[in-house]
Each structure stands twice: as C-alpha cells, then as structure tokens.
C-alpha cells in the first residue's frame, strides 16, 4: 500500500506506480518458486526450473509484419470486373 501511495503523490504517477507493480510482481514469482520447489521436495522430485529469454524486439516486428503481409496476401481473391 505504500507504495500506490507513493505512486499517487509523485511527480511522475505512472512510472512510480509501474516500479511498485513490477516488485508486487517479482514478489508473487519469488513465491510462487518457492512453493513449487517445496512441493517438488516433498514429492521426490526435480524442482522445476524457469528460462529467460530475451528477444530483439526488431527482430519481432519484422517477423509480425511479415506475417501480416502473408495472411493479407492469402486473404485476398480478386473478384473479376466484368
């Protein structure tokens, strides 16, 4: 609560109020792997484990795009002008 506080007495709301979301998130992750590697524990089993990855976001909009233009050219039939 301290910090939404923060968020709505700060000069910029947004990026107070997007910092104190991002550590409520990083929390929930942090518990959220704690209970599973428990729970893996108790059960004999391999904790799981998490992989990052981290993409070049050109990369992404051109892969998008490219896309885009494949479904429009598929999408589309000429209708023939009589």
């Known amino acids: 609560m301290a910090a939404r506080a923060e968020a709505a007495s700060s000069s910029m709301p947004a990026a107070a109020d997007s910092r104190a979301r991002m550590g409520e998130l990083a929390q929930l992750e942090a518990n959220m792997m704690s209970y599973a590697n428990s729970q893996a524990t108790e059960r004999g089993q391999a904790p799981p484990f998490t992989v990052n990855v981290q993409v070049d976001g050109e990369t992404v909009a051109r892969a998008v795009n490219s896309a885009q ?4 050219s598929r999408a589309f039939s000429p209708v023939p002008a009589y």
């Open 69 to 72: 233009q494949g479904n429009a």
